[in-house]
DNA sequence: CTTGACCTTGGAGCGCACTCCACTGTTTAC
DNA sequence: GTAAACAGTGGAGTGCGCTCCAAGGTCAAG
């Protein structure tokens, strides 16, 4: 598929698919013509992208993810292990955000809370 | 508390501090030297940022957020109200979060996960 | 009364993640 | 065959969240 399709697939504007391109996020063959083609998982794959980075993952972060996978023997060990590694980061930030969420809860019921004025 | 005092308990540097008072996300007052004086609730309120921001939340929305908080009539009603918004905002990225940590789980178990390559 | 640590204000620069633009080439539809 | 819709490149610009720097003012210790 080329970018155009992509990007409607996607939701990805094409400037934002050319920069991943770029910074080696995906991947394209190009036809004689020049242009790009993109396979079909580019689709999933642009959409865990979007989804990892909302959650606060650089790109950078993400392609070494992706890259660790790929360069990762098929075993389903050592594919394991890594995703386990994911999750666990993945645990870590959810931890932090019930940590907020109980730190709000608690303000909730002191009189002052959150103050940014140094007076 | 001046800005050295506070950069070294909040752990940001001077310059990160004086481009949050530049953008309202910190308040001081002045003495009359000139010097930057902070209260001491400055500190978990930096403590706070820090945590949000590292959850995902721009310093716009931090600075929206405790806004909104100071200018509700602090009745507990209200402020209570507030708090339950921004724990559901928490919730919703803990449930995203959640979500890609399933699609992980789901595709340790697969052959083939994650391929940015087009090809 | 100087030294040194602290503070001030601009303003420039940087890394990230794009976006926009101008100009050019290719393909498709009528 | 020409117009529209698509593709390509390079480079500039943007907003965020800082960092670094130069030039200077303030203040306590020796």
Redesign the pocket.
Known sequence: M????L?ERSG?????I???ERIGLVGSQR??????EFGAETVPWLDYVRTA?RLGF???EIGRHGEELRESPDSAEALSALFAEKIALVDAKMAELAALREELADRAGTGCPLRPDGS
Chains 1, 2 share one sequence.
């Open positions: 080329r970018i155009g399709e990007s990805l504007s094409r400037d934002a050319r920069f991943y036809s004689p013509n020049g242009y790009r980075q650089s790109l950078a």
